[in-house]
């Protein structure tokens, strides 16, 4: 009997170490994939040798992506588009003065969406085991629209192909962010790393603000304040983007702290951080941001009592005291002090802004007001026209694939100075409706699901923070054109939009309607994790 067991089990014992080594085998890295990688460092540094900066970024980048892809969960992956986006590529250009360097996040969030695709593709779950949230709909039926009439206006006017190539870098990558959030559900440890992420990404801004306001700026240039989010040091940049960044962070920052996630002391530090990248930043329209998100987030401690609202209202007023007062020493200097009455003051600061004949032909500036009033009187519209515009890029001023028809129609006047003027021109009425629908629908699905009755703690933090900042980009449609061509700006947004389409999707989220307080809820089963 016992001779029999050991003879059973030595037969046994080859095959289970057979088993073990290919087990081994699989986890390993081929040895094409090492030669390849080998392959690359070789040409990076034979271009290395040549001293040019931009051939060493590029095939290094190339090399590091590659390594990325194949090594890298989808986890990681996002990680590191958000290292890239915020951190990397706004350096490269500020610093190095690498005017392609925004491709290096567009790359990323390419090879983002290929790795979801693939995982989609071969994924064993069936569709029948996702069962969406009762919310969230409408987010997808806009953003439908929206590509729709990307592909429409394409088929319509049969741009030239650089310029399709140029909307298409332009609009499309950061959309696999949204995408990734729908298909996938992601573990709540994930999205809280992410948002982590992007608070050690708010407080970097401030000393990499103070270097540039001692050591790079010393022209005055207030708006080359950028941070680690692009620009040039003479010619500005997104210092808008990375002060909305900022104040998005101090929104969920106080929302932890509204919802005893975060403790007193490291929200006060992170708030500080906020307002010193605020003064640093100068951007005017922070006056209305900030204190709508302070509102926004601690609307029920404020309107307790009026006490509370008394001292909100002495908060708000001291920062925009203190803000008013740095930018006029640092940057305003004496035309803080133009204009003798209200109106002339309103009008030096940026009243401007509604003025639709603020033209200026030598520069090709125009004001935002001027920029839509273009598109209102447009001598060649017809109703395609006006329903799907003239195509993706068709506005854009400048860009490494040149400009597009419609500016150069109107060269050398900069129209697209705005994101509704944009999405006017290129995609007509049906674009623009689409997009801003996208944008209010999230905005209102966001508010109604943070009324859940069994949303978490941080999924209620992040719906908090979503819902102000979603309203803020919509004001922000009419202030600045960043969130069409500037991938900051687009991936900010779509985490926004992720973020909200995840927790609807995934969140098994449960509330009364009405008085039946009949219970609506949102499950899933054998979802795939990311």
């Given at each position: 009997m ?6 059973s ?5 080859p ?16 040895a094409?994939?090492?030669a ?20 060493v970024?590029?095939i290094?980048g190339?090399?590091v ?10 986890n ?13 590529q ?8 690498m005017?392609?360097a ?9 090879l ?8 989609r593709?071969i994924s064993t779950t069936?569709?029948g085991?996702?069962r969406?949230?009762?919310f969230?709909?409408?987010i ?7 590509l ?14 650089l310029?399709i190539?140029?909307?298409?870098k332009?609009y499309?990558p950061m959309?696999s962010v949204?995408?990734?959030f ?17 608070l ?18 010393t022209?005055?240039n207030?708006?080359?304040m950028?941070?680690t ?12 983007i990375m ?9 969920f920052?106080l ?7 975060m ?8 708030v500080?951080?906020?307002?010193g990248?605020?003064l ?5 329209a922070?006056f ?15 309107m307790?009592?009026?006490f509370a609202m008394?001292?909100?209202?002495i908060?708000?007023g001291a ?9 006029a ?5 004496k ?10 003051k309103f009008e ?5 802004f509604?003025d639709t004949?603020?033209i200026?032909y030598r520069?090709?500036e125009v004001?935002?007001?001027?920029s839509?009033?273009f598109?209102v ?6 109703i395609?026209?006006r ?21 150069r129609?109107?060269?050398?006047l ?9 999405l006017?021109w290129?995609?007509g ?5 689409g ?15 943070s009324k ?15 819902t102000p ?18 991938p ?11 973020s909200?389409i ?10 009364t ?13 054998n979802?795939?994790s990311?």
């Open positions: 016992k001779l029999a067991s050991y003879l089990r030595l037969q046994r014992k095959a289970a170490r057979a088993r073990s080594n290919r087990v081994v085998a699989r986890k390993g890295v081929p094409a994939l090492i390849a990688f080998l392959l690359l460092a070789l040409l990076t540094g034979l271009v290395g040798g040549l001293g040019s900066l931009t051939l970024m590029m290094g190339g090399t992506a590659t390594l990325l892809f194949f090594l890298v969960n989808s990681g992956l996002l990680l590191s588009l958000f290292v890239m986006t915020f951190l990397i706004g350096t490269l250009l500020y610093f190095f003065g005017k392609a925004t491709w290096v996040a567009v790359g990323m969030a390419m983002f969406f290929i790795s979801i695709l693939m995982k593709t069936r569709p085991d996702i969406p949230g009762p969230g709909h409408s997808v039926l806009f953003t439908c629209l929206f729709l009439s990307f592909a429409a206006t394409v088929a319509m006017n049969r741009p030239p192909p310029q190539v140029s909307g298409i332009s499309l959309f949204m995408l990734a729908y298909w996938f559900r992601w573990e709540d440890a994930q999205i809280e790393r992410i948002w982590n992420l992007m050690v990404i708010a407080a970097l801004q401030l000393p990499v603000l103070a270097y540039q306001h001692l050591f790079v700026n022209g005055g207030w708006d080359s950028v941070g989010f692009g620009g040039t040091p003479g010619g500005g940049g997104n210092s808008a002060v909305l960044f900022v104040i998005a962070m101090m929104t920052a929302a932890r702290w509204n919802l005893g996630l403790s007193g002391k490291r929200t006060a530090l992170l500080g951080i906020g307002v990248v605020i640093l930043g100068e951007v005017k922070a209305v941001w900030v204190p709508f998100t302070l509102f926004w987030v601690l609307r029920k401690r404020i307790r009592n009026v008394v001292g909100y209202c908060v708000i920062f925009m005291a203190a803000t008013w007062t740095v930018y020493a640092l940057y305003w200097g035309d803080a002090e133009k204009g003798d009455t209200v109106s002339e030096a600061r940026g009243g401007y509604f004949t603020k200026d520069t090709g004001s935002r007001a001027a839509i009033a598109w009187q447009d001598p060649q519209a017809s395609p026209r329903v799907l515009g003239y195509g993706p890029a068709a506005s854009k001023g400048s860009g490494v694939f040149g400009p597009g028809t419609i500016a129609r109107y060269a050398p900069h129209i697209d100075a705005t994101v509704i003027a944009i006017l290129e995609f009425i049906v674009g623009a409706i997009y801003t629908g996208m944008i209010i629908s999230a905005a209102w699905v966001s508010h109604r699901a859940a009755s069994n949303v978490t703690p941080q999924q209620k933090a992040i719906l908090e923070t979503c900042m979603l309203i803020i980009t919509l004001m922000t449609l009419l202030y600045f054109r960043a969130l069409v061509e500037e900051t700006a687009q991936l900010l947004v779509m985490f926004l939009l992720a909200i995840q927790i609807a999707r995934f969140g098994n989220l449960k509330w309607r009405g008085r039946a307080s009949k219970t609506v809820s949102s499950g899933s089963r979802l795939v990311v």
